[in-house]
């Protein structure tokens, strides 16, 4: 007998054959869960940054909105000499189109996030290898006559050939 990992033409057993078959499934089915985990755990970190950015937008919106609304209004005070309710009304536009590109940043992410293709693409994958793999017919070989038992199971009188190998 062989090794497992012997040359392409050597002989091995079904025994062995089995096995390796069993082993590069299970891998498969392993590598198959792996790239499901890693599509999603970036579709989460996508949605997450587009989380984050809404809740930037929504921070920057109402915790910075007084202080920088004064600020920004005396300065514009002192810059153009306009009336000070100009000046307010200037300043709390500026606030909400910082808030407005923080939420478009947001928008963007979430899109993203939304459009991940993760598990189809790895249900596709797993539909085509189950196809491929419902479409394998085994490699017909010739049973010798000296290396054959015939077996009768039963009393329909099913006959089996086994190989001693």
């Known amino acids: 007998m062989s090794s497992p990992d012997g040359p392409v033409g050597a002989e091995r057993s079904l025994g062995q054959l089995v096995a390796t078959a069993t082993g590069e499934m299970s891998a498969l089915v392993h590598d198959e869960i792996a790239l499901a ?90 539909k085509e290898t189950a196809a491929v793999l419902g479409n394998v017919k085994p490699h017909p070989r010739a049973v010798s006559p000296t290396s054959a038992v015939e077996v009768r199971v039963g009393e329909t009188g099913a006959t089996v050939a086994r190989s001693s190998s």
């Open 37 to 126: 985990k890693a599509q999603l755990r970036q579709d989460v970190k996508r949605g997450a940054v587009g989380g984050a950015a809404f809740a930037a937008a929504g921070a920057v919106l109402i915790f910075s909105l007084p202080m920088l609304s004064f600020a920004l209004a005396y300065g514009i005070r002192t810059w153009s000499g306009w009336n000070m309710a100009i000046c307010f009304v200037l300043s709390f536009a500026a606030n909400v189109l910082v808030a407005g590109l923080l939420a478009l940043i947001g928008v963007v992410f979430a899109k993203k996030a939304k459009k991940g293709k993760g598990p189809q693409k790895v249900a596709a994958s797993a």
